[in-house]
Structures are given as structure tokens and as C-alpha cells.
């Protein structure tokens, strides 16, 4: 088992940055990658980030890429996401997901953050 648990979140103007975080706690060494996604009011979730997790290989979906950057502290299990120049579709949950099975995609979700950007 893999616990997960984001913080970060908050109001922020359009334009402006936000940091978040996820700490993993349980059967880190099993982890394989983490991610990150979000879900606005109404739409579907979508990805937004990924970062394995020895390796420290990343990816992004195209909306977020030259804006949102994704690091790791594995010493500290923990996945960061820095969003900068935020725009006010970006409102939403963040999840933070880690997969431990490889194939069948991520397994373990953390409760969420709220980001929510004000024009």
C-alpha cells in the first residue's frame, strides 16, 4: 500500500504560481512513477504530469509544458508540481498518483488539492 497526501493548494490570480506538493508514505520503494491530474467542475480528468521515479524521466500533456514543471525528492518521497503563469481554466482538483503495477496505469490516488485561479 501507498498513501498519498497533497498540499499546496489555494487561490492565486491568473498569471500567477503555485507549488504543490505530495507526500507518499506505506510501500514507496514499489513505486514506479508518479503523476499528477487534475479535474475541473464538470469535465473529465486529465493528466498533466508525470515523472518516474528512479530515473526522474518526465512528461507533460501539451497544455501545461514550458509552464508546469514536475521534480521529485526521493530522499523525502515527495513529488512537486510548480505552476507558473496560471490561467483561470486551469480551476481545479490536483491529484497526485503513483503506480506500483507498471502496466494497467496508476493505482494509488492521494484525496486532492484545490487550485482555483481568480481573472
Known amino acids: 500500500q501507498v498513501q498519498l497526501v497533497e498540499s499546496g493548494g489555494g487561490l492565486v490570480q491568473a498569471g500567477g504560481s503555485l507549488r504543490l506538493s505530495c507526500a507518499a508514505s506505506g510501500r514507496t520503494f514499489t513505486m514506479y512513477r508518479m503523476g499528477w491530474f487534475r479535474q475541473a467542475p464538470g469535465k473529465e480528468r486529465e493528466f498533466v504530469a508525470g515523472?518516474?521515479?528512479?530515473?526522474?524521466?518526465?512528461i507533460y500533456s501539451d497544455s501545461v509544458k514550458g509552464r508546469f514543471t514536475i521534480s521529485k525528492d526521493n530522499a523525502k518521497n515527495t513529488v512537486y508540481l510548480q505552476m507558473n503563469s496560471l490561467e483561470p481554466e486551469e480551476t481545479a482538483i490536483y491529484y497526485c498518483?503513483?503506480?506500483?503495477?507498471?502496466?494497467?496505469?496508476?493505482?494509488?490516488w492521494g484525496q486532492g488539492t484545490q487550485v482555483a485561479v481568480s481573472s
Open positions: 498518483a503513483a503506480d506500483t503495477v507498471v502496466i494497467g496505469g496508476y493505482n494509488y
Open positions: 515523472i518516474s521515479w528512479n530515473r526522474g524521466d518526465t
